[in-house]
Nanobody
């Protein structure tokens, strides 16, 4: 069982920045595939960004050039740096871990609210 705890959400004005953090439990963090997803009430959860164990990344078109996903294996933490925020970025952001070692599993954090508004 892997536990994920997100932090860093809040209220920010359009054009501002926030950094989300997600701390994961487990001794094999460096092998996890990690991702950030977001969900607006009444809509499906959507992928924002992913980072694999080798450090390769992928982003949704809507956030390319504005968001950066990174990981610190020494701290068991994955980050999402969000810049040039827009009202459309308002959502609950969830951390996800795809685990293969020692046993397979897919895990979610509890979510953190990000609100972009004046």
């Amino acid at each position: 069982q892997v536990q994920l705890v997100e932090s860093g959400g809040g209220l920010v004005q359009p054009g501002g920045s926030l950094r989300l953090s997600c701390v994961a439990s487990g001794s094999f963090f460096s092998t996890y595939g990690l991702g950030w997803y977001r969900q607006v009430t009444g809509k499906q959860r959507e992928l924002v960004a992913v980072i694999i164990s080798s450090g390769g990344t992928n982003y949704a078109d809507s956030v390319k050039g504005r968001f950066i996903i990174s990981r610190d294996n020494a701290k068991n933490t994955v980050y999402l740096q969000m810049n040039s925020l827009k009202p459309d970025d308002t959502a609950v952001y969830y951390c996800n871990a795809d685990v293969r070692v020692p046993t397979r599993g897919n895990y979610w954090g509890q979510g953190t609210q990000v609100t972009v508004s004046t």
